[in-house]
């Protein structure tokens, strides 16, 4: 079973319109990282939260952890064509050194 | 400063040969490093991690193997590719005991077999 859920899976919105990705997982988490990435291209860090509680901006994008840090949600205010891509949350786990992601939410701005 | 070097950025293989894609992390030492593959319209699935020298952990058992033959290589084979092999590759790396950095990754090598 997947261990980091992302939803949704894909999402088209309108440019200038507000929209949210989450990313669940069922185990705590030791630091989430959110990505963006263009397929076949590398990927773009955005934000790391690692604390409960934790919110990080950046420019339009703002990025929380819940208390529990089990759920984060990436937040874009003002959608724009620049915001398109794939957007990924990664997470490492107490107690192990892997590091993986998840399922990935494809964003399209229509202009 | 760290960096990350992998390479080749695209290979086309025809199915049966080998596979050797490599990468190289500078400007730090016991790093942790991770093979990731990209199926097309697909989220990134991990492939393989390492702590230390000749320390592999697989975590998908399948067609391809991986070495670290060297504190800051990490090597991902195959001795022979199947059509299903095709994907986006990508190596990352991170500190083995700082927790506020983050991961960093390579360019990715965009690997076809025909």
């Known amino acids: 079973s997947q261990e980091l859920e992302q939803s949704p899976q894909s999402l088209i919105v309108q440019e200038g319109k507000n929209l949210t990705i989450n990313c669940t997982s069922s185990k705590t988490l030791y630091g989430l990282y959110w990505y963006k990435q263009k397929y076949g291209e590398g990927l773009i860090f955005l934000m790391m939260?690692?604390?409960?509680?934790e919110e990080k901006s950046h420019e339009k994008i703002t990025a929380k952890l819940d208390e529990k840090k089990q759920q984060s949600s990436l937040h874009i205010t003002a959608s724009q064509p620049s915001h398109a891509g794939i957007y990924l949350c990664g997470a490492g786990f107490s107690g192990t050194y892997k590091y993986i992601f998840g399922t990935g939410t494809r964003l399209k701005v229509l202009a | 400063s760290q960096t990350i070097h992998q390479w080749p950025a695209t290979l086309v293989q025809p199915v049966g040969s080998p596979l050797s894609l490599e990468c190289t992390v500078e400007?730090?030492?016991?790093?942790?490093l991770y093979w990731y593959r990209q199926a097309a319209g697909r989220g990134l699935q991990l492939l393989f991690y390492s702590v230390g020298i000749g320390q592999i952990s697989s975590e998908v058992p399948q067609n391809l193997s991986a070495s670290r033959p060297q504190d800051r290589q990490f090597i991902l084979s195959s001795k022979k590719l199947l059509l299903s092999d095709s994907g986006f590759y990508l190596c990352?790396?991170?500190?083995?005991?700082?927790?506020?950095?983050?991961?960093?990754f390579g360019s990715g090598t965009r690997l076809t077999v025909v």
């Open positions: 990352a790396w991170r500190p083995l005991r700082q927790s506020n950095y983050g991961y960093t």
């Open positions: 939260l690692q604390k409960g509680g």
């Open positions: 400007g730090t030492s016991n790093p942790n």
